[in-house]
């Protein structure tokens, strides 16, 4: 009898039971992160930065570094879109091949970032970066805050990136109308593979024998190819006697501003570009608005007239950094820490630290 009692009993809440909905635990969100090297200095912090971010929002990152190669960088993100991810961040090794990797994700309906390298495809969701231009201006104007005249040297990027064109662009701007009135003269003009310090160092070396060490000035383009020509500077004594640009203030550079070799470098956070990237990501995969966008053709992007459609971008500003505010800009905002920008300079010579 008890036993019946139990079974009549139970009876209803099984009912109960089987009449709740199943809960299905939701899908992470998979965010595909392709990279085109580790050698650049920024890349693998802002990888890390990236990753922890989309832990923080619930969403999985998976990321591929491609070791410089265009064609292993699109056979990673193919492996990406096989994988299933919902979008994909791509650091371009090559803008123009990249863009049949693009093509092959919107075909499968899976939304691109280009991260502050541009892909040359509108079929990008989104181009994030910082005024690329501007980069260039600033570039030419530290310089010539320290030399407006005579025998300059342009040292441009991996002539695969279309920033490096984009900060040609800015530095020609400042630097044309002295070129046309006989004040300066462009002694030499390369692009240096890869963004390679090493590449720098080797055409740098070549430079100073052809022109018998006579230069006044270099237009560098980036830190790494700064510090790569610097190596070349030192071994012939001019290292610190003529001004020589770079960009992405990283440690290294900055600690060279302070030893007073290289001249200026120009501040990108990357620490706002990086939840920027994850954000738009996340809301992408959820098919949400993304404000703040703005229009821009491939046309100008690229100063290629043969190429056709636009792409939705944001720029973010770009700071000047010399050995006068490298302390206030960089390290007090944490960007680089005292300890590795003033490592080895005598204390007297060092700002206090707070």
């Not at 591929?64 to 190669?69: C, G, I, R, T």
């Not at 492996?79 to 075909?107: C, P, T």
């Not at 944490?334 to 060092?350: E, L, W």
Request: with cysteine; aromatic share 4%.
């Amino acid at each position: 009898m008890k036993k019946r009692l139990l079974h009549l009993m139970l009876c209803p809440l099984m009912v109960v039971a089987l009449a709740l909905p199943v809960v299905a635990k939701e899908k992470p969100i998979k965010i595909g992160l392709s990279i085109s090297d580790f050698e650049t200095e920024r890349w693998p912090v802002e990888e890390a930065n990236m990753k922890r971010l989309a832990e923080e929002r619930g969403a999985v990152l998976i990321s591929q570094q491609a070791n410089h190669d265009p064609k292993l960088q699109n056979d990673q993100i193919e492996n990406m879109i096989l994988q299933g991810v919902d979008v994909i961040i791509i650091i371009a090794e090559d803008g123009a091949a990249a863009a049949s990797a693009v093509a092959e994700a919107a075909r499968d309906g899976i939304p691109s970032i280009a991260y502050d390298r541009l892909v040359k495809s509108d079929k990008l969701a989104a181009y994030i970066s910082f005024d690329n231009v501007e980069v260039g201006r600033t570039q030419a104007r530290g310089v010539l805050d320290k030399v407006d005249k005579g025998r300059f040297v342009m040292l441009g990027g991996s002539p695969t990136d279309n920033n490096a064109i984009l900060f040609r662009k800015g530095q020609m701007e400042v630097l044309q109308p002295l070129i046309d009135k006989g004040d300066i003269e462009v002694v030499a003009d390369q692009w240096v593979e890869n963004w390679a310090p090493a590449n720098a160092t080797k055409i740098m070396e070549n430079i100073l024998t052809a022109q018998q060490n006579k230069v006044d000035a270099i237009v560098a383009s980036n830190d790494g190819t700064a510090l790569g020509a610097l190596q070349a500077m030192k071994a012939q004594g001019l290292a610190g006697k003529v001004p020589i640009s770079g960009q992405d203030a990283t440690a290294a550079g900055c600690k060279s501003i302070v030893e007073n070799e290289l001249t200026m470098s120009v501040y990108k956070d990357g620490r706002l570009l990086s939840p920027m990237a994850i954000d738009m990501a996340i809301k992408l995969a959820k098919k949400e608005k993304i404000e703040g966008l703005k229009d821009f053709s491939l046309e100008e992007l690229t100063l290629d007239k043969k190429l056709k459609g636009s792409v939705p971008c944001k720029f973010l500003e770009v700071i000047g950094v010399t050995k006068d505010n490298v302390y206030d800009v960089v390290v007090k905002s944490g960007f680089q820490s005292y300890d590795d920008v003033y490592k080895d300079i005598p204390a007297d010579q060092r700002p206090p630290k707070i």
